[in-house]
């Protein structure tokens, strides 16, 4: 992977990786709805006018307005709602861990459709540390843990793991921007009535506010810029791997922020988490062709679809 490459996947990895830390700040002082409100109608607002610019976004909309509006419930509408009310009882970096399972429910999916990607050895291994590590991590919080709040984090990672596939399959022709504004709009209207009925009578403080902007500005809208490019630079696959780093940045600002507990067992898990993901990204190496048995070299950079699209990949979280 080139350098390029290397910045834009650490950078998601802090991208998707914090928002654990806002969404449990934020749901402190407003009620959950209320923070996918204020994350979705932010998030709308910033990408929005960029969708209108490229043009045709009515007629984008409704020609696809079906399995956008599928997309739209399983990848947003459910999975944040459920997510956010699960930390209202889930540390941060635990609600981070378990969301890092996504890319092995994704996995089962796509077996499931009859999807037959060669991943290769080297990659296969760095999926099964990364999922050791969030293993290493989950476990011994799973059995203290909430029944309801870990039934509500698996409903996202459920949807997270789905909603990819309905990208994938129905939506690939559409921009990246006129697909995810018109998703955050429908999503804010969707919350709007929820909102008010529990919109604060005092004013939230300072860190609250905060968290909810973060989460608009940092966490969806520029976080879905910042996906594309990484998915242009290394290709669909590889793009989703910065999954298995979210937890390792989850748990350290969990660690920094909210006084969450940082031992020898997460920092086992940060090292398998994140040597899972240097394999997972690297290149499957040479392989035998069926039709010739002659060896060729899968390129270490592919070249992505137009418009790049992944059958896998978690949308902002």
Known sequence: MTARGWFLFLLMGVLWGIPYLMIKVAVDGVSPSMVVFVRCALGAALLLPFAIRQGGLAAT??????????????EVIGPWWTLTDAERHLSSSTAGLLIAGVPIVAVLLTRFFGDTEHLGGRRLTGLMLGLAGVGVLTVPH???????????????VIGYATAPLIMARHLKQVPTLQLIAPVLLLSAIVYAPAAALTWPTAMPSTSVLASLAGLGVICTALAFVVFLELIREVGPTRAT???????????????????????????????LILAGSFLATASSGPRRTERTGRTERVPSQPTPPTPPRDRSAPAAR
């Open 61 to 74: 909309v409704r020609t696809h307005w079906r399995p956008m509006l599928a997309f739209a419930v399983i």
């Open 142 to 156: 799973l059995t203290g843990g909430d029944v309801r709040s870990l039934a509500e984090v698996a409903v996202t």
């Open 241 to 271: 791997v910065f999954t298995y780093v979210n937890p390792a940045v989850a748990v350290a600002a969990g660690a920094l922020f909210l006084d969450e507990k940082l031992t020898i067992t997460v920092l086992l898990a940060f090292a």
